[in-house]
């Protein structure tokens, strides 16, 4: 009666152990799909399409439009509540042949995007500050009866000031660096650690280029 016990524990251990590792292989199975579903899966590309620069009486003006398409997740993420910033951010540095290169403008465009489901409409705001810093005070707001014209919003930039007039010199050697993307920090911090690392919410753009004024 003791040996068939024995044995009845032994043989117990022995499929609490096949089932253990059979378990951590499904495991390891299942990271490994998610691993290579990540990697084929490519971030959204972003273009910046009909750029120009032009130098005014005051002011230096940028235009352009961003060219993406939102994915799949993004949008089911909208029709949920949940907002979704987009920031450009222009840097105007000057070549010293000594030390480091002058940054001598800065600049910075955020957008904010969001589905009014009672309304059923769209609401773009666009600030020159974070919508966490700046408020509603500093932003321009305006609402949309489709998705097709609040995005066409968001991508567009008109006339932007992106420095001051007497900023610009021809005559030295000054770079622009254009960079936009989806700001992920303007998130709620729960949502912020789930969208990092996934491809559906990277979309970003970076350039940096010779400044010259558009002809």
């Known amino acids: ?23 951590r292989g499904r495991l390891l ?7 290579l579903a990540s990697v084929a899966q ?3 590309p972003v273009e910046l399409q009909a750029f ?10 940028m235009s352009g439009a961003w060219q993406f398409e939102l994915p799949s997740a993004l949008e089911d993420a909208l029709h ?8 450009t951010e222009v ?7 000594y030390v480091y290169n002058q940054r001598i403008a800065h600049a910075e465009r955020h957008v904010r995007l969001f589905y009014q489901p009672l309304t059923r409409r769209w609401r773009v705001s666009i600030s020159p500050q974070p919508f966490n810093v700046s ?22 930039i008109v006339q932007w000031r992106i ?39 990277n979309i970003g753009f970076s350039k940096t280029q010779r400044l010259e004024l558009t002809p």
């Open 1 to 23: 009666m003791a040996f068939i016990t024995h044995c009845s524990k032994n043989f117990l251990r022995l499929e609490l152990l096949f089932l253990s590792g059979l378990k």
């Open 29 to 35: 199975c299942l990271a490994l799909s998610l691993m």
């Open 42 to 44: 490519a971030d959204t």
């Open 52 to 61: 120009k620069l032009e130098r005014q009486e005051s002011a230096l003006y």
């Open 80 to 87: 949920k509540g949940i907002t979704l910033y987009f920031v």
């Open 91 to 97: 840097d105007i540095t000057q070549e010293r042949w």
């Open 135 to 156: 408020g509603l005070g500093m932003s321009l707001g305006q609402s949309y009866d489709t998705a097709e014209e609040a995005m066409g919003v968001v991508r567009r």
């Open 163 to 201: 420095a001051n007039a007497a900023d610009y010199n021809p005559d030295a050697k000054q770079t622009i660096s254009i960079n936009f993307k989806l700001d992920l920090k303007q998130l709620p911090r729960p949502l912020q650690m789930g969208a990092a690392g996934q491809s559906d919410w």
